[in-house]
């Protein structure tokens, strides 16, 4: 004797966005929703913060030579997050431009 079969399953509902927070659906409003803007803003800001590191490291290790201190130590740090931000300007164009090609390839969806 055979077991018996289990009915199907029910077709998934697709998934929709989570509703953001109270705190961020108040950001949105009250800034017309330019808050999904900000990959554009992250290379601007990206190279000022670049070019003020290596200005303030060049700067510190002249005048203080190679052992490091708390001035140094900062202007490595806003190096490293001007080349952090470069890197995610870098990441976030790329994905934008994949997703550009992907959705050029589908058929004539306007």
């Not at 052992?67 to 990441?91: I, K, W």
């Given at each position: 004797?055979?077991?018996?079969?289990?009915?199907p399953?029910a077709?998934?509902?697709?998934?929709?966005?989570?509703?953001p927070?109270?705190?961020?659906?108040?950001?949105?409003?009250?800034?017309?929703g330019v808050?999904?803007?900000?990959p554009?803003?992250?290379?601007?800001?990206?190279?000022?913060?670049?070019?003020?590191?290596?200005?303030?490291?060049?700067i510190?290790?002249?005048?203080?030579?190679?052992?490091?201190?708390?001035?140094?130590?900062?202007?490595?740090a806003?190096?490293?997050?001007?080349?952090?931000?470069?890197?995610a300007a870098?990441?976030?164009?790329?994905?934008r431009r994949?997703?550009?090609?992907?959705g050029r390839?589908?058929?004539?969806?306007?």
């Amino acid at each position: 004797m055979s077991a018996p079969e289990s009915p199907p399953a029910a077709p998934a509902e697709p998934l929709t966005p989570p509703e953001p927070p109270g705190a961020l659906r108040a950001v949105l409003v009250a800034t017309g929703g330019v808050g999904g803007s900000w990959p554009r803003c992250v290379l601007p800001f990206g190279a000022v913060t670049l070019l003020a590191g290596a200005a303030a490291t060049a700067i510190t290790f002249s005048l203080r030579g190679p052992h490091l201190d708390l001035e140094q130590g900062v202007a490595l740090a806003t190096l490293r997050a001007g080349l952090g931000l470069l890197a995610a300007a870098l990441l976030c164009w790329g994905a934008r431009r994949r997703a550009g090609r992907a959705g050029r390839r589908e058929p004539g969806t306007a």
